[in-house]
């Protein structure tokens, strides 16, 4: 009797590990690694975090300054110069530009130059023009970005502020780019230096 029993499981292990050889082969197994667009994006498994001694305004951006400027707003039109650092929250706080110094990956650097803007041009992320008109000149603002006032296309080449050196360029990129369940929130803060009126 276990004879023949023996003999009846050998065919039914072999169409098994044949029928599973074919799934490999058609790629039927692969699809848990595929790439989904569907998920693209999406954020799933995160939640917007909401940080209690900051000021959240309509679009979803929270600030807060640390050092309140002295004087008028800029307004549309006006070129800002501002210096600015920028964090990735979501992946270790890792910093990828910093104030007053280029920074590399040994974080030394010599003096940069400062980033201008036009403020309602539409040349930097929705974030810095929302968080740019409330300031004054010397002030300094702590924003927190959620992806969807972030870069567009998860992409810093297509608008500023861009990092400034390689390696900050590569750890925005793997954030931006990563299409697992990175949170992609960022956090600047960024001193307003000057306005140059419309001439």
Do not use: H
């Not at 790629?27 to 498994?45: I, S």
């Not at 990828?96 to 201008?116: C, H, I, L, Q, Y």
């Not at 970005?145 to 390689?166: H, S």
């Amino acid at each position: 009797m276990m004879e023949r029993r023996r003999l009846m499981l050998i065919p039914a292990i072999t169409i098994g590990i044949a029928s599973c050889q074919y799934m490999l082969e058609k790629g039927v197994a692969k699809a848990e690694f595929a790439d989904m667009p569907a998920l693209r994006g999406k954020d799933y498994g995160k939640t917007k975090m909401r940080y209690p001694d900051y000021t959240e305004t309509e679009s979803g951006l929270q600030y807060k300054d640390l050092r309140v400027g002295v004087g008028p707003s800029p307004k549309k039109g006006e070129t800002v110069v501002v210096d600015w650092d920028g964090y990735t929250i979501g992946y270790y706080g890792r910093i990828f530009e910093a104030r007053n110094k280029t920074k590399g990956g040994s974080f030394e650097g010599g003096d940069k130059d400062f980033f201008k803007f036009k403020v309602g041009s539409g040349q930097v992320i929705p974030a810095f023009e929302e968080a740019i008109l409330g300031m004054a000149p010397g002030g300094v603002r702590r924003i927190i970005v959620p992806p969807d006032l972030g870069y567009p296309d998860n992409d810093y080449n297509k608008l500023g502020p861009k990092p400034m050196t390689f390696s900050g360029q590569r750890a925005l990129d793997f954030v931006l780019r990563n299409q697992g369940l990175i949170d992609k929130t960022l956090l600047f803060d960024i001193e307003l230096l000057k306005i140059i009126p419309n001439q």
